[in-house]
């Protein structure tokens, strides 16, 4: 290595790079893949983010390259592991795994999902649904608060892709997340395409759900490609992360930050991975939608006089 | 961080404390033999749907282990392969929220499996690329070269060295170093590829950031396994000769010490 985040001079942890805020602008999920090219030239994506899971082990080359990633870009951390949503004690490795990261990193956000992803010590590998009872809001907010303590910061949580609706879900999906995130005191990162997918599976209007999302709490926003089920009996979509970014998940987004002005912007795409030019044109259409939408917030359409 | 737990308790005062109870009913049924399996009170369209996140953790898991052992898959065949990752899936006991290093215990697995029996070779390889996988993911430390050695040259049979934290020796019966190479990416596949039949061993390191894979014959093999246990140089050295009468130390120890398995030494006892 030739530079380094840390400076090892004493053994302690000293950021040479100062922490700052994600900007309010277009992030993608980094991918080994597109390495070159975005330490050649990562425009116009400002940021990165990553599943720490992928970087909990003690060495090598993939935490090499998250240094080298970090010393150029803000970075987010997050998760699909710690089953905030699984109503049983979180494992106790995990978080300091977890933490560990956060100390050598220093992202600028962390986050994880409303969802579940274990179950007595068996890792289920997928992000499962969270009933939406008093019961599961409960141990989701001890959950949620177990982490802050554990990282030392404010974490954001994602509200989940639905395939189904629960017979135990007991109130509206947005009074369970709203409610989780008063209550803990965390901040929501909104996945748009989520929103979307789970109002086409289950039957709602998408731009009900949108609409009653409070700005102040919502820290940042996901953007990502969705699938039909190949299943032909069933209509219904599943969430791949594999194509662009739908057109009306465009128009819900637009919608969104219209409303609570730019929030950092993320560009998923994990399965079936394009070059880097079709990540980088996703991240420039969600640059445009943030451009277009302070440009008419400051040009009010003139009256017509009559 | 303030919180406000809200108690336990549904708006009739009765206790509600049935989460468990439904996350345990929903992974047993993900996991259930029955691929049309669901969790008690599902309507007909969320039965349907469940399939879906059952889909999602098998596939996760299933694909997190041919990640890991890609040889392996191709050597027994995709379709023999996601039906054994499924019984694994099942068999394997606790594990981390981490796929990284998924598929410790595959090896083992392989080996008490009776359908693995007339490949005997496979659960051999199965435990280099799980190597080849740890060593990847090892923590990093600098490696002692033969520069490092430079004025020690007529001490070297007390020297003890101090094994690089990827190093890792793969000892067995079978050609496990060629096969594993015949079935890399990348390598050609028109035509067959002459496996010699014979014991091979496997020295795994990551001097840098890129994981080497080295062949060791009898004699060496001894003599790493030794060094990496150890024992001084001497000592490996009488070892070794005893496997081999014919051991020439200097390239063995030349070639050991370029492969990067060694983070350290000390001058031991004068």
């Known amino acids: ?306 | 961080m303030t919180v406000t737990v809200q108690a336990r308790h549904d708006a009739n005062g009765a206790k509600n404390d049935d989460n468990a109870g439904f996350h345990r009913a929903f992974a047993n049924a993900l996991m259930d033999e029955n691929p049309a399996a669901f969790p008690a009170g599902f309507d007909p369209q969320a039965s349907r749907r469940f399939a879906i996140y059952r889909n999602n953790v098998h596939r996760g898991l299933q694909e997190a282990l041919a990640a890991a052992y890609p040889v392996v898959k191709t050597l027994v065949g995709e379709g023999f392969f996601y039906a054994i990752a499924a019984q694994y899936m099942r068999a394997e006991g606790k594990r981390t929220p981490s796929l990284a290093l998924y598929g410790k215990g595959f090896a083992r697995f392989l080996a008490q499996h009776e359908a693995i029996a007339p490949v005997p070779y496979i659960p051999d390889v199965a435990r280099l690329e799980r190597a080849w996988l740890e060593a990847l993911h090892e923590a990093d430390a600098p490696v002692t070269g033969a520069t490092d050695l430079a004025g020690m040259e007529n001490r070297l049979a007390a020297l003890h060295f101090t094994a690089h934290p990827a190093a890792r020796l793969i000892v067995s019966d079978f050609p496990i170093v060629s096969l594993w190479r015949a079935n890399q990416p990348g390598v050609e596949k028109s035509g067959s590829v002459a496996i010699p039949d014979r014991a091979e061993t496997a020295l795994i390191t990551r001097p840098h950031f890129k994981v080497q894979t080295v062949m060791l014959d009898a004699g060496a093999c001894v003599f790493a396994r030794a060094l990496l246990a150890g024992m001084s140089v001497g000592a490996a050295y009488e070892g070794a000769v005893a496997q081999d009468p014919a051991f020439d130390v200097t390239p063995v120890f030349a070639q050991l010490l370029a492969s990067g398995m060694f983070c350290g030494f000390t001058a031991g006892d004068e």
């Open chain 1, 1 to 306: 290595m030739t530079a380094s985040l840390t400076d090892k001079r004493d053994g302690i942890f000293q950021p040479v790079v100062a922490t700052a805020p994600l900007p309010a602008r277009a992030g993608v999920g980094f991918k080994a893949e597109h390495a070159s090219d975005v330490f050649e030239n990562a425009d116009p994506v400002s940021w990165f983010e990553v599943h720490p899971e992928n970087y909990m082990v003690s060495g090598g080359p993939r935490l090499q390259m998250l240094t080298q990633l970090r010393e150029r870009f803000p970075l987010s951390l997050h998760g699909v592991g710690l089953s905030l949503g699984g109503g049983e004690p979180l494992d106790k490795n995990h978080l300091r795994s977890l933490r560990a990261l956060v100390d050598r990193f220093e992202p600028a956000q962390v986050s994880e999902h409303i969802a579940w992803s274990g179950h007595d010590g068996k890792y289920l590998a997928d992000l499962l649904p969270t009933p939406l009872t008093l019961a599961a809001l409960a141990d989701l907010v001890n959950a949620i608060d177990e982490v802050q303590n554990a990282v030392g910061r404010r974490i954001l949580i994602e509200n989940p892709t639905s395939y189904l609706a629960l017979p135990q879900n007991a109130m509206p999906e947005t009074d369970f997340i709203m409610a989780a995130a008063r209550q803990s005191g965390c901040g929501l990162l909104i996945d748009v395409n989520n929103i979307f997918i789970s109002a086409y599976n289950l039957g709602f209007d998408a731009r009900d759900y949108i609409d009653v999302l409070p700005a102040d709490l919502i820290g940042e926003i996901h953007l990502a490609g969705h699938e039909q089920d190949a299943d032909a009996r069933d209509d219904v979509l599943i969430d791949t992360h594999s194509r662009p970014v739908a057109s009306p998940v465009w128009a819900l987004y637009w919608r969104l930050i219209d409303r609570i002005g730019a929030k950092p912007t993320l560009i998923e795409w994990d399965n079936d991975i394009p070059d880097w030019q079709v990540l980088a044109h996703e991240a420039a259409l969600a640059n445009a939608i943030i451009d277009a939408s302070e440009n008419c917030a400051k040009k009010p359409l003139r009256k017509v006089a009559s």
